[in-house]
Nanobody
Framework: QVQLVESGGGLVQAGGSLRLSCAAS????????AGWFRQAPGKEREFVAA????????DYADSIKDRFTISRNNAKDTVYLQMNSLKPEDTAVYFC?????????????????WGQGTQVTVSS
């Protein structure tokens, strides 16, 4: 089992930037794909971005493509989400997750370890 702890959320004005971090503990994290998801009030949790175990492949939701960047540092067992040009509709709780499955078109059901989430609020 992998334990995940997100940080870096907060309140930012529209057009601003935030970088989320997800620190992992567990021996297998560095060989597992990882992803970011978000859940806005009253809405279902949705996919944001995913990254392969070595960072060589990434995938993004269309709504955030070209604004968000996922990356990882396996030496630090950490995954990042750089969020630029933030919009009020990006307001949500952001969750980090990891999976034992091979990287592909990732869906929520593929992920077996989740963090507790970090709140991101974008004001207009």
């Amino acid at each position: 089992q992998v334990q995940l702890v997100e940080s870096g959320g907060g309140l930012v004005q529209a057009g601003g930037s935030l970088r989320l971090s997800c620190a992992a503990s567990g021996r297998t994290f560095s060989i597992r794909p990882a992803g970011w998801f978000r859940q806005a009030p009253g809405k279902e949790r949705e996919f944001v971005a995913a990254i392969s175990w070595n960072g060589g492949s990434t995938d993004y939701a269309d709504s955030i493509k070209d604004r968000f960047t996922i990356s990882r540092n396996n030496a630090k067992d950490t995954v990042y989400l750089q969020m630029n040009s933030l919009k009020p509709e990006d307001t949500a709780v952001y969750f980090c997750a990891t999976t034992g499955r091979a990287f592909s078109s990732m869906t929520i059901s593929m992920f077996d370890s989740w963090g507790q989430g970090t709140q991101v609020t974008v004001s207009s």
